[in-house]
């Protein structure tokens, strides 16, 4: 029993009794219409079974983004101190009276210890309860809702809490939830049945192989000497798989030194996922993630994390689903590990539109990519696919680039976690020489407040802004993307054949590669890794990219925002030298 859940539930017994008392509800959280897309059903059975996550209000959450800026700043004397798990779990704990109202409200509801499943830090606690169990928790009414896509899922339009709980507990999910992380498809150009016979391979400016991107990025001869300490991580959600064998054959047409070490990717199941490995089953983000990345640091480790959830829901069979939003499953259980099991860079492909993501869940997961970047991984996201929105440009019809708080503001779509500060955000160039593509993912967070270190490169751009997009788009907001790499006629090996595809998701495990590259450089010189990269890629690092001056994503029926000297929101400061940015940290060895 972790230490966490054992005073959870000694507290719960003596505090039980005084929970009893006659306490007034009060909204602690409400959807002003139902979400774009979705329509009510029925109710589900009373007997259906949820999987509540709850966040608990963390004692002082400052102290964890006062550590991380710390360890990341290069200009700070703790600059690389990465922290362990049990240093990270005592700065997010919640106060213990925090602990003692929600253990004692849990217990008044008859929620037997079993179900209860605290992680180690104890400010995320799952709970299985039936709908008719959580229906009195929170005060509500669950709905089956159905998308039109033909998926359903089981939510409610707003939940309370007795109003002295409202300061302890963050968040309660799945409740108003609607987003669902999507990859940011890596479309397909086209399929290529027969062999293919590059004219020139070291030029990206037709088709785009690792060695392309190898001369294009200047990694050249570099040789990483793989240290046990140095792991690429690539995570996967909703049955997307990578394809041992599809791998295995791309690698021996691209990358023959891969292909005759036997090179491959190992594969770890979070929460029920599965990896499927037959030709039919394998995704094309999965596989150009593992290609991608693999191909670009060899012979430096990588894992494919393939996280299950949102399995097909029939709410007439009372059977339990997993439709949580999986970024919690799988974020609990890496920050699980101990430093060592960590990768230092971690990958991911996917975002949703953070209007659908609610601000008190988003705010949670945003945190959690803090706590890995606290512990030395660079944590890598692409942009998203639709330029500033939709990918409409002007003329186009577009009509999803508005707000769903009910007023229907016309608005750019930032995309979630691409937003988060504490992450990396990757868009796209495409050509030679390059330019920004135009699907590439940019813009400004409605949820999160501009960091520090990237206000300088922000406010240059500033009044490159059109004026009338000044309703359009929050202008004190996070920007991203933060770096790109090349996004567009990206080789894959799929099912048993090659296609090329193009979208942010071919950026992101390009760029992860590099800096998994970059990883090996300082820790064979005896350094920590570079861990949380935007202190450092704004403060020190962006003298060690291409600026990429050309190009604009439109979208939302506009323009876009267009790619200038400096940083821009389509291509953030630009492509890596790979050259230029292993001398830049020699120079701090
Ligand atoms: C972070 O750095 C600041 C300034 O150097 C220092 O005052 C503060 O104590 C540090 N925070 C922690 C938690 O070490
Ligand atoms: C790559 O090909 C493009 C288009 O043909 C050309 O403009 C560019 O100079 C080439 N780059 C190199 C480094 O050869
Ligand atoms: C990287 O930067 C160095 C130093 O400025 C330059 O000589 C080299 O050509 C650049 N490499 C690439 C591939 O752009
Ligand atoms: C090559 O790798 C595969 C999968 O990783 C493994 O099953 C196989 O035994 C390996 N073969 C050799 C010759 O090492
Ligand atoms: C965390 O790890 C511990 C021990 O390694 C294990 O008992 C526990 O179930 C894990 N928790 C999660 C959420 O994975
Ligand atoms: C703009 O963003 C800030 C945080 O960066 C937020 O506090 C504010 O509410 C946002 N405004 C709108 C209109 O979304
Ligand atoms: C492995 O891939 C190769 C090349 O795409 C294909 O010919 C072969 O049938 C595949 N094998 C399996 C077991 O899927």
Not at 159 to 179: C, M, N, R
Not at 185 to 192: E, G
Not at 555 to 571: K, L, R
Request: charged share 15%.
């Amino acid at each position: 029993m972790t230490r966490s859940r054992h005073i959870l539930l000694v507290l719960a017994l003596v505090f039980a009794q005084s929970a009893t008392a006659l306490r007034p509800f009060l909204v602690k959280e409400s959807l002003p219409a139902i979400p774009r897309g979705w329509t009510a059903r029925d109710r589900p059975p009373a007997d259906h079974v949820l999987q509540l996550q709850l966040g608990l209000r963390q004692a002082d959450p400052n102290l964890l983004y006062d550590i991380l800026a710390n360890v990341s700043d290069p200009r700070h004397a703790q600059y690389g101190q990465h922290l362990q798990k049990a240093e990270v779990d005592d700065l997010v704990r919640p106060h213990r009276r925090t602990a003692e109202a929600a253990a004692a409200w849990l217990v008044h509801h008859g929620i037997p210890q079993t179900a209860i499943r605290p992680n180690s830090a104890g400010d995320w606690i799952s709970i299985e309860v039936p709908v008719r169990v959580a229906e009195s928790m929170l005060d509500t009414e669950y709905r089956v809702y159905d998308h039109e896509d033909g998926s359903a899922l089981v939510r409610c339009m707003s939940w309370s809490l007795p109003a002295d709980l409202h300061e302890h507990v963050e968040f309660i999910q799945p409740t108003t939830i609607f987003g669902r992380p999507k990859p940011h498809r890596s479309f397909v150009n086209s399929v290529i049945s027969r062999g293919i016979v590059l004219s020139n391979p070291t030029n990206c400016s037709e088709n785009v192989t690792p060695d392309c991107l190898r001369e294009l990025y200047g990694i050249g001869s570099y040789r990483p000497n793989p240290s046990s300490a140095n792991r690429l991580g690539i995570s996967g959600y909703l049955g997307s798989y990578a394809n041992i064998n599809d791998t295995k054959f791309f690698y021996q047409q691209f990358v023959p030194r891969a292909y005759e070490a036997n090179f491959s990717f190992a594969v770890e199941l979070v929460n029920d996922g599965l990896n499927g490995q037959s030709e039919a089953s394998a995704s094309l983000e999965g596989n150009l993630d593992v290609q991608y990345g693999g191909a670009m640091s060899f012979p430096i480790a990588n894992t494919y994390y393939s996280t299950g959830g949102s399995p097909p829901f029939d709410p007439s069979a009372g059977t339990p689903q997993n439709t949580n939003e999986p970024y919690g499953d799988f974020l609990s259980f890496i920050l699980n590990k101990t430093n060592d099991e960590l990768p230092t860079v971690l990958s991911t492909s996917y975002g949703d539109e953070e209007q659908t993501v609610p601000f008190s869940y988003a705010e949670r997961i945003c945190n959690l990519f803090a706590q890995l970047g606290a512990r030395g991984v660079s944590v890598v996201f692409s942009s998203g696919d639709g330029g500033v929105g939709d990918g409409q440009g002007p003329g186009q019809k577009s009509t999803s680039c508005i707000s769903n708080d009910g007023n229907a503001t016309p608005m750019f779509l930032p995309f979630f976690p691409a937003t988060c500060p504490f992450v990396t955000a990757v868009g796209s160039t495409a050509g030679v020489p390059e330019v920004a593509a135009g699907f590439s993912g940019g813009g400004f967070s409605n949820y999160f407040t501009r960091p520090y270190w990237q206000e300088g490169a922000v406010s240059a751009y500033a009044p490159h802004i059109p004026s009338s997009y000044a309703t359009w788009y929050n202008s004190s907001g996070r920007a991203y993307p933060d770096v790109s790499v090349q996004g567009n006629n990206f080789i894959i090996q799929q099912s048993g054949s090659l296609t090329t595809g193009y979208g942010t998701s071919c950026s992101a495990p390009t760029f992860s590669g590099i800096v998994a590259l970059l990883n090996d450089f300082l820790i064979a010189r005896g350094k920590a890794p570079l861990g949380f990269l935007n202190p450092w890629l704004y403060i020190v690092g962006t003298v060690g990219f291409n600026d990429i001056t050309t190009g604009s994503n439109p979208g939302c029926g506009t323009n876009g925002f267009s790619a200038i000297d400096g940083w821009d929101p389509i291509t953030g400061v630009g492509t890596p030298n790979f050259t230029k940015l292993m001398s830049l940290l020699s120079l701090s060895l």
